[in-house]
């Protein structure tokens, strides 16, 4: 029989030889940083106007119309804030600052790495990190995600095979989308802004 | 030497590194990203660095380390993997190369620092004490994750295979 410590470093090369290439791969980064820098600012002004323009919708009795149109039907904020003690596993930095939104009941958390653009943009992921409350522990059996787009009743489900954790939620429109989590016997809800690609 | 430089003459191999390591194409991409972003904001500590590319790889390899162990993989566990070829097959190339995908399909079931470990052990070409550096552990560590990966492994390809008809 071939013995593992012999094969290994062929397979290994051989599974490099797979691996996916991305060309201009240092002008993508760049991008990225680009785009990080300007959503650390963006964020919480999106998440203040939006606070500020649902306030002031509330108050006047108008109608959805006067909403951002690709948060029209939500009501769960981004905060950019440090995240809850409880969310900083994982974490170099001792306060970790993102932006994050809560579940409804509080049991659960989505750390958005960057804007959620559908469809997704080429160059970045829709990377949403997960993460159960200590009241609601993950068993590390699948997060179920059942997400309705505001306005349309469009459903779509997506699964996170080992419960709450990192994840790439692609979801098929832009616009708001309620999600409705389930993880072992935990359940929480949440919105989701998702905007086109710039 | 500046960001484009570097990327351009090490970004593939980080790209490879990075799928050795997470055996997903999406992560991997992500993960090369993330590290690269990282370091393209320190660019002037990564370059003052002793080895710039070990740096980096440190970058790489402590954030895939992170990723498994906040919980979540996109890579599925085999439940069965079928026994490594006979003795002596190993002469005939199309075996040595089921052999491979045997093996490929059984490291999914390593924890994250014993494949990290064997990763920069017999991918990388990196010693006992540069593995505990990028790892941030002792040496005894690297040798302990090492063997109890190879052992994972050996247990997994020599697990009987169950005729589709009995599971």
């Known amino acids: 029989m071939n013995d593992v410590e012999d094969l290994l470093p062929e397979t290994l090369t051989a599974v490099g030889h797979d691996a996916p290439h991305i060309p201009g791969l240092a002008e993508v980064v760049r991008r990225r940083a680009r785009r990080q820098r300007a959503t650390g600012v963006a964020g919480l002004a999106a998440a203040v106007a939006t606070a500020a323009v649902t306030a002031s919708w509330a108050r006047a009795g108008t109608g959805d119309d006067d909403l951002p149109a690709a948060a029209r039907g939500c009501t769960s904020a981004v905060e950019n804030a440090v995240l809850p003690a409880w969310a900083r596993f994982g974490f170099s930095e001792p306060e970790p600052r993102a932006s994050f939104v809560r579940g409804s009941l509080g049991r659960i958390l989505a750390i958005l790495g960057t804007a959620l653009n559908s469809p997704p943009a080429p160059d970045q992921h829709n990377k949403v990190v997960w993460v159960a409350s200590p009241d609601a522990p993950s068993d590390r059996s699948p997060l179920r995600i059942t997400a309705t787009l505001a306005g349309t009743g469009q459903v779509v489900r997506r699964e996170v095979p080992n419960g709450p954790g990192p994840s790439i939620v692609d979801l098929p429109a832009p616009g708001c989308w309620h999600l409705d989590l389930a993880w072992g016997p935990h359940t929480d809800s949440l919105d989701l802004v998702y905007v086109p690609p710039r | ?167």
């Open chain 2, 1 to 167: 030497m500046d960001f484009d430089e570097y990327v351009a003459a090490r970004g593939q191999a980080l790209e490879r590194f990075a799928y050795v390591l997470t055996g997903d194409a999406h992560r991997a991409q992500d993960l090369t990203q993330t590290a690269l972003l990282k370091a393209y904001r320190h660019w002037r500590r990564v370059t003052a660095a002793e080895h710039p590319d070990a740096y980096v790889r440190r970058i790489v390899t402590r954030s895939y380390v992170d990723w498994r162990r906040r919980g979540s993989s996109r890579e599925e566990p085999v439940d069965v993997v079928p026994d490594l070829p006979e003795e002596g097959a190993s002469a005939d190339p199309a075996e040595r190369v089921a052999a491979r995908d045997e093996l490929r399909r059984a490291l999914v079931t390593l924890s994250p620092k014993q494949r990290a470990v064997l990763v920069l052990r017999d991918y990388e070409g990196y010693d006992d004490a540069a593995i505990a550096a990028t790892l941030d552990c002792a040496e005894a560590s690297v040798r302990s994750h090492a063997s109890r990966g190879l052992a994972r492994l050996r247990a997994v390809l020599s697990e009987p295979t169950v005729p589709e008809e009995l599971r």
